[in-house]
C-alpha cells in the first residue's frame, strides 16, 4: 500500500520526542505499511545523529520515520553534503555508490591537513583530500560525530587505541551516509600509539592498472586479497605499463604468473603513488599483482 502523507501542525510533546523545534519540522502521520532503510541521519548545526526510516521526498522536503512510529518532514537542505547525496540517489531509485577514488594524491603536502586537542558537539565533515588529527586522550570527541565522504579523508585519534576506537567511537561516525561499520565500510588500525580510521571498505579498489604510459589506455581497477593472474588480468595481462596504488596499501607486481621472475613491491604508505611507467623486464610484462593493506 502507498504511503499516505498528511501534514497537520503539531506542537512539540513527549510522544513526538523526536521534533526539533529549531529545525521547524512539520510532523506528519504515517501510514501502515512497514519501511525499511533506517538509518542515522544527521543535519547541519545538530551534533547527535537521529535514527529514523526514510518514507520519502516531496516538494523539497524528506520525510523520516522515527522509532516513536510517528512521521516528519525535514527540510533538504537541513541535511549534511553527505546525507544529501545519499537521499538524492534514493530519490533516484539509486544504491547510495560509495565514493570512488579521486585524482591520485600523490605528495604529503597535497592533504589538508588540521590538527586539534579535542572536538565537542560537533558535526565534522571529512572529505577529499582531508587529514584530522585529534591528540586528546580519553574521550576527546564527546558529542561529536564524523561525516566521511571521500576515501581520501582520514581520521587520526593519535592516542586512542584500535580497540578503544572500535568499540567506543565507531557509532560516532558514518561512510557515505551509512553507519560505519568495522570491516565493512571502515578499515580502523594501528598509527604510532594512537588509530587511523581508513573509510575504505574490504572490496575498495586500492590499485587501477592502465594500458598505456602515464595512466593511458585501457583502465581496471584492482582488489586486495586476489591473485590477479593471467585469468583475472584478462585482456591486461602482460600489457600493463603504469598504475595507481592508494595510500594505505602495497602491491607485488611480477612477470611471472607465479608470481616469479621479474618482480617489484611498491608500498603507499603517506600518500598515493602513481607510477607513469614501469621498469624493464615488468613493462608489457606483468602477469602477476597481489595487493595487501598496509597499515
Known amino acids: 500500500?502507498?504511503?499516505?502523507?498528511?501534514?497537520?501542525?503539531?506542537?512539540?510533546?513527549?510522544?513526538?520526542?523526536?521534533?526539533?523545534?529549531?529545525?521547524?519540522?512539520a510532523i506528519l502521520l504515517v501510514s501502515d505499511s512497514p519501511l525499511a532503510l533506517a538509518r542515522p541521519w544527521t543535519f547541519t548545526g545538530i551534533p547527535q545523529p537521529l535514527e529514523a526510516e526514510f518514507v520519502g521526498m516531496k516538494d523539497g522536503g524528506v520525510v523520516l520515520q522515527g522509532p516513536?512510529?510517528?512521521?516528519?518532514?525535514?527540510?533538504f537542505a537541513n541535511f549534511t553534503p553527505a546525507d544529501q547525496r545519499y537521499l538524492t540517489a534514493l530519490a533516484a531509485g539509486e544504491t547510495p555508490p560509495?565514493?570512488?577514488?579521486?585524482?591520485?594524491?600523490?605528495?604529503?603536502?597535497?592533504?589538508?591537513?588540521?590538527?586539534?586537542?579535542?572536538?565537542?558537539?560537533?558535526?565534522?565533515?571529512?572529505?577529499?583530500?582531508?587529514?584530522?588529527?585529534?591528540t586528546g586522550t580519553?574521550?576527546?570527541?564527546?558529542?561529536?560525530?564524523?561525516d566521511f565522504s571521500s576515501p581520501d579523508g582520514w581520521l587520526f585519534l593519535d592516542n586512542i587505541a584500535p580497540s578503544a576506537v572500535a568499540s567506543k567511537f565507531l557509532n560516532r561516525m558514518r561512510v557515505n551516509g551509512?553507519?560505519?561499520?568495522?570491516?565493512?565500510?571502515?578499515?580502523?588500525?594501528?598509527?604510532?600509539?594512537?588509530?587511523?580510521?581508513?573509510?575504505?571498505?574490504?572490496?575498495?579498489?586500492?590499485?587501477?592498472i592502465y594500458g598505456g604510459k602515464s595512466l593511458s589506455g585501457e583502465a581496471k581497477a584492482?582488489?586486495?586479497?586476489?591473485?590477479?593472474n593471467d585469468a583475472k588480468l584478462g585482456?591486461?595481462?602482460?600489457?600493463?605499463?603504469s598504475f595507481v596504488l592508494k595510500r594505505g596499501y602495497m602491491a607485488t607486481l611480477a612477470q611471472q604468473e607465479n608470481g616469479t621472475g621479474v618482480s617489484r613491491?611498491?608500498?603507499?604508505?603517506?600518500?598515493?603513488?602513481?607510477?607513469?611507467?614501469?621498469?624493464?623486464?615488468?613493462?608489457?610484462?606483468?602477469?602477476?599483482?597481489?595487493?595487501?593493506?598496509w597499515r
Not at 68 to 75: D, T
Not at 110 to 121: I, P, R, S
Not at 235 to 241: L, V, Y
Request: overall charge positive; glycine content about 8%.
Open 1 to 25: 500500500m502507498k504511503n499516505k502523507i498528511l501534514k497537520p501542525s503539531v506542537k512539540h510533546s513527549p510522544e513526538t520526542p523526536w521534533f526539533f523545534p529549531s529545525l521547524a519540522v
Open 68 to 75: 516513536n512510529g510517528k512521521s516528519f518532514e525535514l527540510p
Open 98 to 134: 560509495a565514493e570512488a577514488p579521486g585524482k591520485p594524491i600523490t605528495t604529503r603536502t597535497g592533504y589538508k591537513v588540521k590538527k586539534v586537542e579535542t572536538l565537542a558537539n560537533e558535526v565534522v565533515p571529512v572529505d577529499g583530500g582531508t587529514e584530522l588529527h585529534i
Open 138 to 146: 580519553g574521550d576527546p570527541i564527546v558529542g561529536s560525530t564524523f
Open 178 to 208: 551509512s553507519r560505519a561499520v568495522l570491516n565493512t565500510n571502515v578499515r580502523v588500525v594501528q598509527y604510532g600509539t594512537g588509530s587511523a580510521v581508513i573509510p575504505h571498505a574490504p572490496d575498495f579498489s586500492a590499485m587501477t
Open 222 to 228: 584492482l582488489k586486495c586479497f586476489v591473485d590477479y
Open 235 to 241: 585482456a591486461m595481462k602482460s600489457s600493463i605499463s
Open 265 to 293: 613491491n611498491y608500498v603507499a604508505q603517506d600518500h598515493d603513488i602513481e607510477v607513469t611507467a614501469l621498469p624493464k623486464g615488468l613493462d608489457a610484462g606483468v602477469r602477476f599483482i597481489r595487493i595487501f593493506p
